[in-house]
Structure formats: structure tokens, C-alpha cells
């Protein structure tokens, strides 16, 4: 090496920051805070936006198809604007349901929240939903914090909500497993947008948003005595998203133990 090729190198060292992570490396985790103001801000606008294409929908058509389709087009794009923004910061819960099942995972040895970020990560969750709802309501000019009226306490659309709330899992923890979380944006997304149409509860699967859509008596609402079992369902929608993908997943060394197991 001469002096010249010498200098240049140490020149280079010293221009070029402390730490870089390796290409592909997770980066280092995000201040705390940050990450709980993450989940606020974006469980704050996903709320509006489904509150506010809600009622623009319903000022715009009688049709209550073309309502939902406008709703749940507006979800679709949204969320998975959000996601692209702030998944690198927080994750992009933006839902105590999947903030709870990664900190199970991570209780079992996988990745996930611990259960001081999970303390945080909820309430600033509901916190958000709840300012979302009041945000929209606001920017419609409708009357701020009301209650909604629409009873959704039938047996079917309970269903629906454990239905909703196993597939999110399934499909988030699958992703996971195979490392696939770079197509999270538009798969959650897409899902999200299908499982307004095919359960009954228009896809709720969410006990932030849940709370939040209590605070608005429009299109989107749900109303208070109906929000504790739609939160119970999609607990269990938890459950079974978790048992969905344990199974489907399994890891070869779990499959070949159990061959051992009845081959001996």
C-alpha cells in the first residue's frame, strides 16, 4: 500500500460515521417515547379516516353499498400509507390486539414488545383512537364526543369480529415467520379491505379503534354497550390467530420431534 492509498483510507475512516448497521441488519430500536407518539399519531389517523370517509360517504349517497365501498377504499389507502410512514419508528400497531400477541411471542422467546412497552404502547393506542374519532367528527362539523347509537351487539357480527381479528394475526405472525413483513403495507392493508366485505362485522378487529368509533354517532360508531363484547371477541380472535399460526408454521425441528416421538 503506498502513502498515498495509506492517507486516502485513513481519511475515509475517519469521514465515516462511528456505527453502521450491517445491510439487512435491524436497525437500533427507537427511543420509547418515540414510538408510543408513533402509535398515538397513527392510531389517531387511522381512526379519522375511517370515521371521516365514513360520514363523507354517507353525505355523499344514500346507497349503503357504495358507503361501504367508499369507506373501506379509503381504509385500504390509508393504512397502508401509515404503515410505510411509521412501521419503521413503532411497528405500526396501531392495535392492542397485535401490540399484545407480539409481547406473548416475545414472552416465548420470539420477537416482540416487552411488557413495559406493552403498558405503553396500549394507551397511547386508545388515546389516539379516541382523539381520531373527535378529530373527524370535527373536521364534518358533526357534534364532538357523542356517543354512537348503532348496536352491534348480534350474535353473528361477534363471529365476525373473531373471524376478522384471527386472520390480522394469522397474517401478520405468518409474515413474520417467513420473512415476509417487507409486504405488510399492502397485505394488512388488502386484508383490512376484504374483511370489511367478508365478515359481518365490517372488520373491526381492533379494541383501540373499537373504543374510539364509541365516541362518534355516525356512519362507522358502535355503540357502548357493544363495545366490551366486541373487544372479548377479538381477544379470542387473539387466541386463535396465535394457535393458527403456531400450527400452520411449525418449525421443522418441532415437526421432526414429533415424527421421533411416534416413530419410537
Known sequence: MTATTETAASDATAAAPPWQPLPGATPPRKPLA????AELVGTAALVAIVVGSGIQATELTDDVALQLLANSTSTVLGLGVLIVLLGPVSGAHFNPAVSLAEWWTA??????????????????????????AILADAMFGQPLMKWSTHDRSAGNLLLGEVVATAGLILLIFGLARTDRLRFAPVAVASYI????????????ANPAVT?????????????PSSVAAFIGMQLIGVVVGLALVALIFMDAKHDKGAEGSSAG
Open 107 to 132: 414472552r416465548r422467546g420470539g420477537a416482540g414488545v416487552t411488557l413495559r412497552e406493552l403498558a405503553v404502547y396500549v394507551p397511547a393506542q386508545i388515546t389516539g383512537a379516541i382523539a381520531g
Open 193 to 204: 379491505g376484504a374483511a370489511y366485505w367478508f365478515t359481518s362485522s365490517t372488520s373491526f
Open 34 to 37: 418515540a414510538r408510543a407518539a
Open 211 to 223: 373504543i374510539g368509533r364509541a365516541f362518534t354517532d355516525t356512519f362507522a360508531g358502535i355503540a
